[in-house]
């Protein structure tokens, strides 16, 4: 990991860096390590942030890692207002380069990103830091029962996306949607993410989610498909493909 010449950045990619190894800690059953780097990881995030706000800096792409970093370790309650903040900042603030997540970093994020890395081809997914505040934010959400304020939230992230969004924008309203019990208009939103380029029709993840979604719509199952293909995401294993 390179580490640019500011403080700001240092500490964001040390963070990080530090999440990445939590999370290895966690997979490996070292919860003694684990508890250390998360410690660390929180530390220098809060530390960024401190410092981009007497910067005067929105630091969205940090704020919707950090953002990313609670949710991923079950600190949803506290991930709700640092993922508002985000929302609710004008779209023109975004910064244009995004965010990028690769196969290293993969272990830190929710089950639903982390396939999407493993469905590129180069293991390489850019992402829409403020839809990815969207997405974590509805997830957040959900996961504390505030269900009437994630379908607000879902609401408004449909009405952020247009048509020269990216894919992915595509598919994180997908899952949203799906979280919300709102299958067709998920598989439309999945339909919209298709890219043909990016993989075969037969394993290209944005075909399989529109299919389970109108699948489980048909059955009448709002809380989605059936774990045999089709179970909506609610735990790492169901969408870790390793």
Not at 18 to 23: D, I, L, S, T, W
Not at 132 to 141: E, I, S, V
Request: aromatic content about 8%.
């Amino acid at each position: 990991m390179r580490f640019a010449p500011d403080n700001t950045s240092n500490q964001h990619n040390l963070a990080c860096m530090y999440h990445v190894r939590a999370q290895h800690a966690k997979e490996a059953g070292n919860d003694d390590i684990y508890n250390k780097m998360i410690g660390l990881a929180e530390k220098n995030f809060q530390q960024a942030i401190s410092q981009n706000k007497k910067d005067g800096k929105p630091g969205i792409g940090l704020s919707a890692e950090y953002g990313n970093f609670l949710c991923r370790n079950g600190r949803w309650a506290d991930a709700i207002p640092v993922l508002k903040g985000i929302v609710e900042l004008p779209k023109s603030t975004e910064d244009a380069s995004g965010l990028i997540y690769n196969q290293m970093e993969m272990t830190t994020l929710l089950e639903e990103i982390k396939a999407e890395v493993k469905n590129t081809k180069d293991r390489s997914l850019p992402v829409s830091q403020r839809h990815f505040a969207f997405y974590l934010l509805t997830r957040a959400l959900k996961e504390t029962g505030e269900d009437e304020k994630a379908e607000k939230i879902v609401s408004d992230f449909q009405a952020d996306v247009n048509s020269g969004d990216k894919r992915l924008s595509w598919s994180l309203l997908g899952y949203s949607l799906w979280r919300t019990g709102r299958l067709q208009e998920a598989s439309a939103a999945f339909m919209r993410a298709f890219d043909n380029e990016r993989s075969s029709p037969a394993d290209d993840l944005a075909r399989q989610n529109c299919a389970a979604c109108l699948v489980s719509a048909n059955l009448n199952k709002p809380d989605g498909p059936t774990e045999e293909g089709a179970s909506k995401p609610t735990d790492e294993d169901n969408f870790d493909l390793d």
